[in-house]
């Protein structure tokens, strides 16, 4: 027994480095199953008997193997898009050409019909006048943009006042 419980111990140690073979792993196992082992091997024992209660657990139903494999191979089904690919790019070629021979043809090479058209006309016969009319109208403007400028120069005013109490208040 001395002999043989020093060579437990060797395979405990063994097997904690990982060097252990499977067979020498299913000696550690059935040495540790028993109830009576010396005092320093009692933690290993009962780690070995919760991975034996556990590997219980773990088993695998007989179809496993079946499912797995079913798994992998619809994985691996080719899909027909797959298999039509360079006649699908060929197809959208020729599609995209179609759609733009007739964009091409529609809005450049065709003269729109006379109600599409639009028609300018001249409203003033006299273009003195016109031009008199039309500075009247963009001075206007530019006065209503000074004076909403004016308006956000008072803002600023007022935004720099903010942070000058904003800087005196602690």
Not at 15 to 27: A, I, P, S, V
Not at 54 to 71: A, G, V, W
Not at 79 to 89: S, V
């Amino acid at each position: 027994m001395p002999m043989e419980l020093t060579n437990i111990r060797e395979l405990v140690e063994k097997y904690w480095n990982g060097d252990t073979t499977l067979e020498e792993e299913e000696l550690l196992r059935d040495y540790l199953a028993n109830e009576e082992v010396p005092a320093d091997l009692k933690k290993d024992a009962a780690l070995f008997r919760y991975y034996q209660a556990q590997t219980k657990f773990r088993k695998l139903d007989d179809q496993f193997d079946e499912k797995i494999t079913r798994h992998i191979q619809r994985k691996q089904a080719p899909k027909w898009w797959i298999t039509y690919r360079p006649m699908l790019r060929v197809a959208a070629a020729v599609v995209m050409v179609i759609v733009a021979t007739v964009l091409i043809k529609t809005e450049w090479l065709d003269t729109p019909p006379e109600s599409a058209q639009v028609s300018v006309e001249d409203t003033y016969e006299d273009p003195r006048l016109a031009y008199e009319q039309t500075k009247e109208a963009l001075l206007l403007v530019s006065s209503l943009m000074n004076e909403g400028a004016q308006h956000m120069e008072q803002l600023e005013t007022f935004s720099e006042a903010q942070e000058t109490v904003k800087k005196q208040i602690p």
